[in-house]
């Protein structure tokens, strides 16, 4: 079983229009993180959600968690051509030894049509 | 600035040879990650480094694989005799406190 796992696989809008991923995992967590990919390119942090929280906004950007459903939803409001990439969550998790481990998912990847 | 870069940008190598990729801190950082990235896949998990040591490893990083700090200051991937399935985007990255995770732009590996 896989720990964060996004959907839709892909996603495509036009501009203005907003984009919503979701994120799903299995084991409990101590934060979730959205990070983003431009093609090609590393991966970028965009926000981080603590496992105590249940909303966070950054500028255009929207993230829920909901620990009981064991989910979380990305949300970009009023797209941009630019926003085009993939889109990855990851979920900070306490293995059994105790140490920290960031999973990612295999993401959304979102084209914004101009 | 970028938080670490990393060298080569892109190697190709013919399989069965070693290849060592290289990371290198903006600033004497403790913890690192390994991830690599098949292509269109996702990102996954092989090593952390943590104060010179192996602090994690996933079930991709066996014998094959090996990390090291030469010089207390690059960071090394070593891949003894790449297989073909090894061809993938290797990122370095490093943690902050926060727990957030500052990647490099990552090492395109292609085995023929």
């Known amino acids: 079983s896989q720990q964060g796992e996004e959907d839709p696989q892909a996603l495509s809008i036009q501009e203005g229009e907003n984009a919503t991923m979701n994120c799903s995992y299995k084991?409990?967590?101590?934060?979730l993180q959205w990070y983003r990919q431009n093609s090609g390119r590393g991966l970028v942090h965009l926000i981080l959600?603590?496992?105590?929280?249940r909303e966070k906004h950054s500028g255009r950007l929207r993230v829920t968690l909901d620990t009981s459903k064991k989910s979380s939803s990305l949300l970009i409001t009023a797209s941009r051509a630019a926003d085009t990439a993939s889109y990855f969550c990851?979920?900070?998790?306490?293995?059994?030894?105790?140490?920290?481990?960031?999973?990612f998912g295999s993401g959304t990847r979102l084209q914004v049509q101009p | 600035e970028p938080e670490v870069t990393q060298t080569p940008s892109h190697q190709v190598t013919q399989m069965g040879q070693e290849v060592i990729l290289r990371c290198v801190p903006i600033?004497?950082?403790?913890?690192f990650y390994w991830y690599r990235q098949i292509l269109g896949q996702k990102v996954e998990f092989l090593v952390s480094?943590?104060?010179?040591?192996?602090?994690?490893k996933s079930e991709i990083f066996d014998d094959q694989f090996s990390v090291e700090r030469p010089d207390g200051s690059n960071f090394t991937l070593k891949i003894r005799s790449t297989k073909l399935e090894d061809s993938a985007m290797y990122f370095c990255?490093?943690?902050?406190?926060?727990?957030?995770?500052?990647f490099g732009e990552g090492s395109r590996l292609t085995v023929l």
């Open positions: 990851a979920t900070d998790i306490t293995m059994d030894t105790g140490r920290r481990a960031l999973t």
């Open positions: 084991t409990s967590i101590n934060n």
């Open positions: 959600i603590r496992s105590n929280e």
């Open positions: 600033s004497n950082h403790l913890y």
């Open positions: 480094f943590y104060n010179n040591e192996i602090s994690e």
């Open positions: 990255a490093r943690k902050r406190d926060t727990g957030r995770l500052f």
